[in-house]
């Protein structure tokens, strides 16, 4: 026979248990939400040894190629409004790379299957200020001319 305390510390744990859960579950929501208010939307897709954007709201797909000879990139760069606010959406097609921009203290993961958003304030800065991008995971032989850049527009 089952005695009235046994309910009672039975059902205390299930609510306990029910509330840690309903808790948790409102906690994983915000983890996704991001701070700030983006109005530049940017999916980089990292892939060996290249870095591409795509612009959703403007359906533009650039692919930059880093020429480590010149320092500079062709194909395209991550162009950003000066004074935006940038939400990335991060991934990679093939190995675990990471999107880095040192100068503006950005760093996201590339992980294939999955996508990392962040979001960052593009400065109040002159049009055609260039900032450094570059792979700080090693993803292969090729991993130290994994460049681009966020050029300012
Ligand atoms: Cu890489």
């Known amino acids: 026979m089952v005695n009235k305390l046994e309910v009672a510390w ?4 299930v609510a306990l248990l029910a509330g840690v859960a309903a808790y948790s579950t409102v906690l994983l929501y915000h983890v ?3 701070p700030g208010d983006p109005t530049e939307y940017v999916d980089v897709w990292a892939h060996q040894w290249e870095w591409t954007f795509f612009y959703p ?3 533009t797909n650039v692919s930059s190629v880093y020429d480590p000879t010149t320092n500079t990139v062709t194909g395209g760069a991550l162009w950003a409004p000066a004074g935006s606010e940038l939400q990335v959406n991060v991934t990679s097609t093939d190995v675990i790379h990471s999107f ?3 100068q503006l203290g950005v760093r996201i993961d590339a992980i294939p299957g999955r996508i990392n958003h962040f979001a960052f304030a593009i400065p109040n800065v002159a049009v055609g ?3 450094l991008i570059q792979c700080t995971e090693f993803c292969g032989t090729l991993h130290g001319t994994m460049r681009s850049f966020l050029v300012v527009t």
């Open 10 to 13: 039975t059902l205390a744990v």
């Open 57 to 59: 709201q403007n359906g």
């Open 100 to 102: 880095n921009i040192p």
């Open 129 to 131: 200020t260039e900032y």
């Open 32 to 34: 996704d939400s991001l």
